[in-house]
Every structure is written in C-alpha cells, then in structure tokens.
C-alpha cells in the first residue's frame, strides 16, 4: 500500500477536494516514476475525484480503468432529504467523463448498474455488479449479546434500537428519534426498558457534538432514553451490533448500505428504508425489515414488534448472520478480479483495432 500526499493534512471540506486534484495527481505520478514502463497492468479508481486521476494515469500508461463511482451526484441529487445541498454541476460533468473513459464500470448493485446506464449512458456492456464485502472474521455474533450489553453497560432486557453512522440529513437519524417518540406516546410503559445509542459523529470535522440531533431528542421529550456516543474503531462497533436489539437505517439514498450487512454479520437484525442497495443488503421480514418510505410510524410500528416479541431478535438475529457469510471479502475479491481479466482483454482488443 502507497500512501499518496495530496492537499493539506486537514481542515479540507468535501467541496474543497476537487481543488486538490492536481496535487493528487502529482503524488501518483511520483510513486510511478521509480518503475520500470509497463510495472502496472490496470487502473481502479473509486468515487469521481479518483476517477478524473485514474482516468489520466490509465492513458498515460496504456493500461485498462476500472470505475466503481460508490454514490452519484444526479441520484443523491435525486433523492435529498431536506435541508441537504445538491451535488454541484462539476461533479455531474466530472462522472460522465468518467463513465465514458473507463473500460468497465463496478456497480454494488444491479439498481447501481442501472443507473449507470440510465443517467450517465453507460454502456451496458461495461457495467459489471459486484456486491461489496466485510470482514466477517471481525463482524461476527462471538460471545453473543448479553456480553457484549455487559461490555457496553446496556442493560440486558431494554430494546435497544441502534443508529450508527455519520449524522447528516441523507442518514436520517432523526427519523429514528421520532419514531421512537411515537411509540413511547403509545407505550410509555416501555421507557423504562428503552436505550437509543447514536454512534457516529457529524459529517465532515467529527469534532462538533451532534447538537442539532440532541435538541431534537430534547423537544420530541426522549432525552432521557437516547446515548449519544462518539464515533468508535471498527472493533467496537462489531460490540455495539452484538449489542443492539436491531439497527435501523431510515437513509434517503445509500449506495450499498455496508453498515446492513456488518450488523447482520454480528447477529442482528436491520430495519431499514428500502432504497438504493439496502432491499440487497436486507432480507424483508426474514433477516429485518425493509420501509418505503421515511414516514416514523411506519418504523415506530418495527419497533413495537420487537419489544413485544424478544424472541424476534435471536430468530431474526441467526438468519442474518447466515445470510450475510455471502458477503465476505473472498467473494468480493474474487468477482473483482474477473471484472479485471474482462477490461484487459477488451482493452487489448481495442488497442489491436486502433493499431490494425
């Protein structure tokens, strides 16, 4: 793994990066100019930034691109909560450039793929879908839940409905707290064996305290059974999945929904909006539950039948660890290198047509 220096070491806004382009550019060509021509066989760029820097190296260098874009600007676009700032034109013009230079294009679903095609043109041909992997040796249900709720300090017969993840609009973890509002209107006698953790910090810094999400919790009068915690390692997370009742992931857009498969792969179950890559990620009404739409009653309603019924947890619980052993890193691995042999020999037919 090379690292590559590129723009100052922070204070950078995600706005900013675009401008830090050239310097990232630079940084790679300096770590190729120590080898011989030909050291590289293939270019694989992730997100449009990357793309635009591996686009150029690619050409440079005679060697295939693959592309895997993770969220694009016209569906983010397409789908913003309130409050959320469209993606700028720059980014929409940048993809599309991409989308037309890269020898194959790896989309983490087949929705993925077909808005590849559908909003950028992609040519079908170069879309391959592979499903992104997890570590399932670190996300796995090990000692189970009551340890992992005695590590954490959770008590062991609350429900415990998890948020995890970056606090922004697109995340909606606000439509938890508010469906967790409704259903203590309807039931108060569960608040006293109820615990809501928020893990993750505020999108960009991770400095700044989750305010907005704190006064809201405040006036909606669930204060008292929401934990707010700062954002954890990797390893630490796998606990706080081990430890939760389910997780829930009421996103606007989600390009795959890693998070899912991760909870599943610790023994818990999803409750989840049913967009982008989540109905992949989740198994409706076998390994979670899936949401159309952001509408809190309707996950109010999710959560009601996991505190009435505590076997829902384990029994749902197995079954997404099952299912998410599909979705390791081997099987992630191996279909990207297919995705590779396809853009060398179609990359190597090209050249010939060119040169014949």
Known sequence: ????????????????LPAQLCAFTHGVMQAWAGHRPGYYDLVHSHYWLSGHVGWLAAQRWGVPLVHAMHTMAKVKNANLADGDTPEPAARVIGETQIVNAADRLIANTSEEADELVRHYDAAPAKVAVVHPGVNLDRFRPADGRAAARARLDLPQDALVPLFAGRIQPLKAPDILLRAVAALLDDRPDLRSRIVVPIVGGPSGSG??????????AARLGIA????????????????????ASLLVMPSYSESFGLVAIEAQAAGTPVLAAAVGGLPVAVRDKETGFLVRGHNPADYARVLRAFADD???TPRMGAAAACHAQSFGWDTAAAATADVYTAAMQSHRRRVRSHHG
């Not at 590559?4 to 995600?14: F, H, I, Q, S, T």
């Not at 707010?228 to 606990?239: K, M, N, S, T």
């Open 207 to 216: 400095l700044a305290k989750p305010e907005g999400l704190q006064k809201l």
């Open 224 to 243: 008292d059974v929401v934990r707010f915690r700062p954002p954890v390692d990797q390893d630490q997370l796998a606990d706080w999945f081990r430890a």
């Open 1 to 16: 793994v090379r690292h590559v220096d590129a723009g100052p070491y922070e204070g950078l806004a995600k706005e900013d």
């Open 310 to 312: 505590p076997a829902l």
